[in-house]
Structures are given as C-alpha cells and as structure tokens.
C-alpha cells in the first residue's frame, strides 16, 4: 500500500525563544494580508533568531499495519489493556496513531477527499472521526476492517463530513461485522437536523435507503446502529462515554455559524487526540479543550483575507497559530484544506514551528502519524 507522505520541516529554537514568540505572535496578529504575511513573519522570525541553533527533522509518517479481523474483546482480552478512565494519567502513550482519510472540503476539483480521520489503536481501526464525500473508499485503501470499528463521531452535518455514511453501512455488508456500532453527533436546530434524524432520514425504516434499515432494529440484523445526538456540551462540562475498556470520548460544541457543531477528543492507551471540526472559534475554547493533547487536528480552509459569511464558518490562520501555540499540543495537522487556503499552507505550516514547539503537518490522504511519547 502506498502512501501519499509530505515531510514537513520543524524548527528548533533556542532556550529563549520564549519572550521572542510573544513579540512574533503579536506581529501575527496584527497582520491582515493571508500568503504574503505568513511569508513575510517567518522570515522575521528567522532573522530575529539568527543567533539561535537551527535543527530540522523530517515528520516521520507511519503507515498503519493491516491486521487480522477480531472479534469483541473478552475480559480475557481486555486485560491487557488498562482502563483508560482509571488510568489515563499513569499510562505512556502508544500504540495509537491517527491516519487521514481525508484532507480536503466540499470543492470537486481540489485533488482531496472530503474530511475523514481513523484513530488506530493496537493496529486496528476503532475510531471514525467524520465522514466525507469519498472516506468509505479511503478506509479501504488504509487496509482498515470495518468489523473493529468501535464508533463514528460526526463533528457536524455538513455532506463534507457526513455524506459516506451509507457507504460504510451499505460496505459493512460485505464484512463479518457482528459488533453494534455507535454513531455521535451534534443535537440538530432549525437549520440542521440531529444526528438522531439523520441516521433515521437516510438508513430508517423510511429512510432514502431503507433497504438498510435493518442495521437500525435491534436483533434483526447482524449488528445494529445506535445514535446520540449530543447537545450542550460544553468546556466545562463536556459530553462524555467510555466506549469500551480501553476508549473514551468527549465532545465540546464549539460555534461554526449556525451548524451545530462538535470538537472531538479520543482518548486511548494514554493518548489524547482532539478533532477542531469546522469553527470559528468564537468562544475562545478550544486551546483550551485541547491542551496539552498529543495531537490536535485544526482545519484551515480559508485565509486572513475570508469575507465575513467565511469567517462566520471557520478559524483564519491567524487563529490557528494562536491556537496552537496555547494548547502546547505535541502534534498539529493542518487539514480541511481548501484551494482558498492551499496557497498559505507552507508559510502557515513554518510560522506555527516558530512560535510553538509541536511537530506540524500538513495532511495529505493516508498520512497516518503515530503517536509516542519520545516523538
């Protein structure tokens, strides 16, 4: 299986770098000019550390190791594994990585499929994070089996997040899947309907496909779909649900205009992992949902210079390197990208290592970043 790898440059800097990256974020922000800014800082930056020791390393991306199907973990099974709500302070990252899906919006003619992550845990697939134009197919090239899927968790109900949903449901036919499976997403308003009515709306009894509806009545398939719509989750009080002995999730929303939205985290064998979804970050919250996480995936899709109904949907990159700097993440992805934003993508990608010390990527389809607490 090949896959698609973009190394990405990370700059070492000095012990002092501290009260530097103060002066540089405040240029950042004051900075109104997309492209040509982003160059222009990490130039600035560049210069004004010339005395600092530069060291680079190439982002190593792991490709995910195909694995044999198995069935529900016994307690025999699971005892290898610790419980991560009890033990999620005491346990060492590893044996977790996160592998793109897709990278990409809603354009046709971007060269990306539409949003989707795998979290791998053990070297098997157990967490689906969106849903996008094109991630049922994608799943497949990653070499991942639909049987050891745990949960999907959809930020929102936009088709470049959900849309694959019946793909997965309709693929999963052709597996030896036996486990239930959860399906998680935001409560719905008056513009968007619920996860609960979604699912229903298109697999339901009356649903677009519901020669599918099977899989949403208990006992009368292989296994069945259950949905949670999840609404008022908030910082301090976010929505949470252990899925098994060794996953848990939470879910904060945060503000993407008028669609209800979630930020997801994924917490596996002492790994913490954080999905932005689409947002404008209104609140403030979520450096602060993702603090200290070893990864945090951000979308960037557009650029300083968005009009304000973009803005109103998403972070602009002047945000996006606050966010990283302040949720001191070990690892940041720069995915949801769009053609509006792709040309900032390099001198965004170099002005976070300036002033954060994570490791940046830029996503790319099937890049899959393991995460060790030595990287």
């Given amino acids: ?22 002066s540089i974020r405040r ?31 190439s982002a190593l991306l792991h490709a995910s190791l195909q ?37 990409g919006g809603p354009e046709l003619d971007d060269g990306r499929t539409s949003s989707a992550y795998l979290v791998w845990v053990n070297n098997r697939a157990r967490v689906l994070v969106d849903a996008g134009s094109g991630s049922s197919v994608q799943f497949g090239a990653a070499g991942a089996s639909f049987e050891t899927l745990d949960v999907i968790l959809l930020s929102h109900l936009h088709t470049d997040h959900s849309a694959d949903l019946p793909s997965f449901v309709k693929g999963g036919y052709f597996t030896n899947r036996e486990k239930n499976l959860w399906v998680m997403g935001p409560d719905g308003n008056g513009t968007m309907p619920s996860t609960n009515a979604y699912v229903t709306s298109l697999i339901g009894e009356e649903g677009a496909f ?89 979308h960037n899709a557009i650029n300083d210079n968005a009009g304000r109904v973009a803005k109103n949907l998403h972070m602009t990159p002047t945000q996006i390197i606050d966010i990283a700097e302040q949720s001191k993440a070990k690892r940041i992805v720069l995915s949801h990208i769009m053609k509006r934003s792709e040309s900032g993508l390099d001198a965004l990608t170099e002005a976070i290592t300036v002033v954060a010390e994570a490791r940046v990527y830029a996503a790319q389809e099937l890049m899959n970043i393991e995460l060790l607490d030595d990287n």
């Fill in 67 to 103: 694995t044999d199907v198995s069935p529900q973990p016994s307690s025999k099974q699971t005892n290898h594994v610790k419980s991560e709500s009890t033990n999620a302070t005491s346990m060492a990252c590893g044996n977790v990585s996160v592998q793109v899906l897709g990278s």
């Fill in 1 to 22: 299986m090949k896959i698609l790898q973009r190394a990405v440059t990370v700059i070492g800097l000095s012990a002092d770098k501290k009260g530097r990256n103060s």
């Fill in 27 to 57: 240029e950042m922000l004051n900075n109104k000019a997309c492209t040509g800014s982003l160059t222009i800082l990490v130039a600035t930056a560049a210069l004004a550390l010339s005395s600092a020791a530069f060291g680079s390393s």
């Fill in 210 to 298: 519901k020669y599918l509806s099977s899989y949403t009545i208990n006992g009368k398939d292989d296994y069945t779909i259950s949905t949670k719509s999840v609404a008022s989750a908030t910082l301090k009080k976010p929505f949470e649900y252990a899925v098994n002995n060794d996953i848990s999730v939470q879910a904060m929303s945060v503000n993407h205009g008028p669609i209800p939205t979630l930020a997801w985290k994924v917490k596996a064998n002492g790994c913490e992992v954080v999905f932005s979804g689409d947002t404008n970050d209104k609140e403030g919250n979520l450096s602060r949902f993702a603090k200290n996480v070893d990864l945090l995936v951000l």
